[in-house]
């Protein structure tokens, strides 16, 4: 799984990002608060986007603000710490949204065991190392949780492969992308690196 978070630079847009990354191939958004500023709303960024979603049958989701999530009928939400509990994010938005969060111990998706959520992302690589992303893994296994788990940080191409051995479910990518002279044929090779 390859999950494209928009990220903040001044080379383009959110909807401008959110476009390439449909345009090559990538099918799940995450459309990042800190694209929020004072001329333009979280909620209007999000409704340009929202058409290529659609369009691609792409899935959209919206960092912490489950509110937001609910009144434009995205797919989902994905909290850290201080936003609403996942619980109570399951029960507001009901069985059919997609619901991540960020942890940054085993034991943390462990407690989470019956949160009915659907994903847990890891941030800080290369901070956290493979072979933490690999322990983090084993260790949430062997509680017998199937949780998927998902990488994010200062990812490139070349991290998605060794991110994948050491037995991540999925990878979050941002600023390499946009960073790249082509996001959209530097997507499409991301998730070739995928399969």
Sequence with gaps: MLQFKTTDTASYSAPEQAQMAIEGGCRW?????KQN???????????????????????????????LVNDLKVHGVHL??????????????GPHAVIG?????????????????????????????????????????????????????RISDEDIK??????????TISDAVVESTDPTAYITHCLDLTK
């Excluded at 004072?38 to 989701?61: G, Q, V, W, Y």
């Excluded at 996942?86 to 507001?92: D, H, T, V």
């Excluded at 190392?129 to 062997?142: A, G, P, T």
């Design 37 to 67: 500023d004072n001329a333009t709303s979280l909620r209007d960024i999000a409704l340009e986007i929202i058409p290529h979603c659609t369009e691609k049958d792409t899935f959209m989701t919206i960092d912490h603000d489950v509110n």
């Design 162 to 171: 060794p991110l994948l051995n050491a037995g991540v479910s999925g990878i």
């Design 101 to 153: 969060v960020t942890v940054t111990t085993p034991d943390e998706v462990i407690a989470l065991k019956s949160a009915d959520i659907d994903y847990v992302r890891v941030e800080g690589y290369p901070e956290v190392s493979l072979d933490e992303y690999k322990q983090f893994v084993n260790r949430v296994r062997e509680a017998g949780i199937t949780t998927p788990i998902v990488a994010a940080g």
């Design 29 to 33: 958004i995450e459309l990042s608060s």
């Design 80 to 93: 850290t710490p201080g936003d609403m509990l996942p619980k109570e994010a399951r029960e507001f938005l």
